[in-house]
């Protein structure tokens, strides 16, 4: 028990020791870190002092130099001000005697227009005396004497125009008809070419009339097969051992042509069988198309082609137009543009090119909504042809005016291979009716007594009242009904305006 107490004792003794001892060593420290605190503190306040004498002096200098150039600039700025204002003191000085100068010249115009009004005056009062002395002269008003006067001039003038035109009509009628004679002529004689009919039909020959229920087939099926297929009517009527294919497009018409024929000579028809054929007739077609393309362009004989031209050039073979072959109606185009392009001395490789090309929208009229020359124009220009080319081609039925020697020369060649005899037909109806539009537009003409339509429309021959209409009229008289059968009328090549007055006549062609 007392080791026990003795034990405690001794460590209460030693705790305190402890403390006691941690206490004198804390104090200590705190005060040398005070002391050191009071060091640190007195040398940076040495230096601020410093740092803040040396900034001083700095500015103090950097404001002396700024000052400095602020005074050097005062100057110049006062400087440049100084000479403008010299030179401001100069030009109002300047200014000043060119006013003076300016009011003494206005002066002197102003003096001027009141002579010059005085002047008029003087004249018009004087022109006045002399128009009323004339009056009483002449008996007539300046009114009257004015409207005799142009009427005299009117009717003087109008017969010299009559002589001077028909005078000039005829000798251009004469050369031109001269030159354009032997030009068509010589190129129509080295020209030849083949012309098939226009139709919307195909006649079929059978072996038998047993062969037309095979075409139709069981409930009708392989005839609707045919029809689906081919795009084209199948009409199988009363005719003996014969159907007829009907299509407006010549050249599905032919595909089912060929189909029909491979079935008959091959004796099976069926569905199947009948799209095997299609297909096979359609790739001949093709290769067809291709190779007759490729002979036009080899024929033109200007240089190669697109293979979509190719291809456009191909089936115009199976297009008409007023039953002439399109194919052989543009190769007709072709040598007949190249013949008088050579006798002209013009561009003979682009009259062949836009030649070849005027009508390739014809392939494609059904297909695309817009007129053939538009087309052709169109596909001229995407695959790159010259200028002269495309013009030819857009202006070959006047949509635009011809510009060229070539656009000109295409529609000659046009219109000589679409009107020449045989080359194309037309209904009996319109035939009258392009007759009978010729014979109104001319006699609805003052001073007409008759007109006739001669050589299919090409001609038309004008009966005038003599009484009415002497022979300087007569000359202007066709000439207006060649302008309006221009305007109103479409029309093939020219018409040939003969006016007869008594046993005199005019003509006129256009």
Known sequence: ????????????????????????LGASRLGAAHRERAVLLTEANHEAETIKREAGIEAREEVMRQRS????????????????????????????????????????????????????????????????????????????????????????VKHELGRRVRQLEEEAQTEAKRRARNLVADALQRVAASHAAETT??????????????????????????????????????????????????????????????LVEDGRIHPARIEEMYYLSKAEIDDHIRHAGEQAVFEANCGEFHDEVVKLLGRLNFRTSYGQNVLKHTLEVVHLAGLMAM?????????????????????????????????????????????????????????????????????????????RPGARGDSLENYIKRLSALEDLATKREGVEKAYALQAGREIRVIVKPTEIDDDQAA????????????ELEYPGQIKVTVIRESRSVEFAK
Do not use: C, W
């Not at 007392?2 to 003794?13: C, S, Y």
């Not at 795009?231 to 009363?238: F, M, R």
């Open 1 to 24: 028990m007392l080791m026990v107490a003795a034990l405690l004792i001794g460590l209460i003794v030693a705790a305190a020791a402890a403390v006691l001892a941690l206490r004198f």
């Open 201 to 262: 039909s195909s006649l079929i020959e059978l072996p038998s009339d047993d062969m037309k229920g095979r075409i139709i087939g069981r409930e009708g099926r392989n005839i609707r097969a045919l029809e689906h297929l081919t795009g084209v009517d199948v009409i199988v009527d009363d005719t003996p051992q014969a159907v007829v294919l009907s299509s407006f497009d010549p050249i599905r018409r032919e595909i089912a042509k060929m189909t029909l024929l491979k």
């Open 476 to 487: 202007l008289l066709s000439h207006e009904i060649a302008r309006d059968i221009e305007a």
């Open 343 to 419: 006798e002209l001395q013009a561009n003979v490789k682009t009259a062949k090119r836009a030649a070849v090309l005027h009508d390739v929208g014809k392939a494609l009229t059904h297909e695309v909504e817009s007129s053939h020359a538009a087309i052709s124009t169109q596909y001229a220009r995407r695959y790159a042809e010259s200028p002269g080319v495309i013009h030819a081609v857009e202006a070959h039925h006047y949509d635009v005016q011809p510009q060229t020697v070539e656009a000109v020369l295409l529609i000659a060649a046009d219109a000589a291979s679409g009107a």
């Open 69 to 156: 150039d602020l005074q050097q600039e005062i100057k110049e700025q006062r400087a440049r001000i100084t000479s403008i204002e010299e030179r401001a003191l100069a030009r109002e000085d300047e200014v000043g005697t060119r006013l003076k100068e300016l009011e003494r010249r206005e002066q002197g115009l102003s003096d001027r227009e009141k002579h010059i009004r005085e002047l008029q005056e003087e004249l018009k009062t004087s022109k006045d005396d002399q128009l009323a002395g004339l009056e009483r002269i002449a008996r007539m008003t300046l009114s009257e004497a004015k409207a005799a006067l142009l009427e005299r001039s009117e009717e003087q």
